[in-house]
């Protein structure tokens, strides 16, 4: 079982920052693979970034690509989205997520979800 809660959302204006930071629990966090989703209101969740269990491989929704940059620090079982040059298309509700299948971009194949947290970017 692993337990994972978000925190670090707000409301930035359009060209700020954000770093957002996903704490879990459990022993074998490392094991597991972890991405980051989003959903705005009237759309579906989805894919954000994920990183391998090592932080050696990472994959990046195009939408997001130069601006976002995940990383995680087994050792205090945290995983952190550090948002750049926010737009205000970034505005959703951020989740973290676990799963033990791969590096995945589909929801379906996470096992474990954090509660969100929200960001607003504003105009």
């Known amino acids: 079982q692993v337990q994972l809660v978000e925190s670090g959302g707000g409301l930035v204006q359009a060209g700020g920052s954000l770093r957002l930071s996903c704490a879990a629990s459990?022993?074998?966090?490392?094991?597991?693979?972890m991405g980051w989703f989003r959903q705005a209101p009237g759309k579906e969740r989805e894919f954000v970034v994920a990183?391998?269990?090592?932080?050696?491989?990472?994959d990046y929704a195009d939408s997001v690509k130069g601006r976002f940059t995940i990383s995680r620090d087994n050792a205090k079982n945290t995983v952190y989205l550090q948002m750049n040059n926010l737009k205000p298309e970034d505005t959703a509700v951020y989740y973290c997520?676990?799963?033990?299948?791969?590096?995945?971009?589909?929801?379906?194949?996470?096992?474990?979800w954090g509660q969100g947290t929200q960001v607003t970017v504003s105009s």
């Open positions: 459990g022993r074998t966090f490392s094991r597991y693979v």
């Open positions: 990183i391998s269990w090592s932080g050696g491989s990472t």
């Open positions: 997520a676990a799963t033990a299948s791969g590096l995945l971009r589909v929801t379906k194949f996470y096992n474990y």
